[in-house]
T-cell receptor
């Protein structure tokens, strides 16, 4: 199956700065990737769908100007948390569908801490 | 996506079978039952999916009732490494994966 990597695995940043998280598909090309956020002791929440070569589709309540998504190639999607605040501290996870769409392959996640 | 209901938490003795139930009474005919799990601080992992027939793979078995209103995920010989949150999701193959609260399974030595 596909291997999905994320970089960095952990990041600490100061309030007001921006942080970029990368999601890479190592085994095959993905026209669609998904970004999730998970707060402690909560379930994963879908934030947006990243579409290669076009604009991302955001879920209701997710600020598109704050969470910038770029899917510039078939193997890379990036999520930039702009002007991060402590409440943005969370576990961010990306995923992509298998070729037949029956499975989702998830990355290992990125732990963001905003101080 | 079909609404699913799972118990909040369950315990299972190591080496015994873990049977995780899921109710999905509103599942539509073209929606599959998917199971994923998330071990603490890791990304979720696909386990198994099925439409109406029972399914088995190297990780687990999925038993779906004939009326498709409920199902059970069976881990035949639970180990400590199976301690995780297990998510039951009803969706078509093209729907996004939307996670509910899941069942927190603790495998006890």
């Amino acid at each position: 199956g596909a291997v999905v990597s994320q970089h960095p695995s952990r990041v600490i940043c100061k309030s007001g700065t921006s942080v970029k998280i990368e999601c890479r598909s190592l085994d095959f090309q993905a026209t669609t990737m998904f970004w999730y956020r998970q707060f402690p002791k909560q379930s994963l929440m879908l934030m947006a769908t990243s579409n290669e070569g076009s604009k991302a589709t955001y879920e209701q309540g997710v600020e598109k100007d704050k969470f910038l998504i770029n899917h510039a190639s078939l193997t890379l999607s990036t999520l930039t948390v702009t002007s991060a605040h402590p409440e943005d501290s969370s576990f961010y996870i990306c995923s992509l569908p298998s070729g037949d769409n029956y499975e989702q392959y998830f990355g290992p996640g990125t732990r963001l801490t905003v101080t | 996506d079909a609404k699913t209901t799972q118990p909040t938490s369950m315990d299972c003795a190591e080496g015994r079978a873990a049977n995780l139930p899921c109710n999905h009474s509103t599942i539509s005919g073209n929606e599959y039952v998917y199971w994923y799990r998330q071990i603490h601080s890791q990304g979720p992992q696909y386990i198994i999916h099925g439409l109406k027939n029972n399914e088995t793979n190297e990780m687990a078995s999925l038993i779906i009732t004939e009326d498709r209103k409920s199902s059970t995920l069976i881990l035949p010989h639970a180990t400590l490494r199976d301690t995780a949150v297990y998510y039951c999701i009803g969706k078509t193959s093209y729907d996004k994966v939307i996670f509910g609260p899941g069942t927190s399974l603790s495998v006890i030595p």
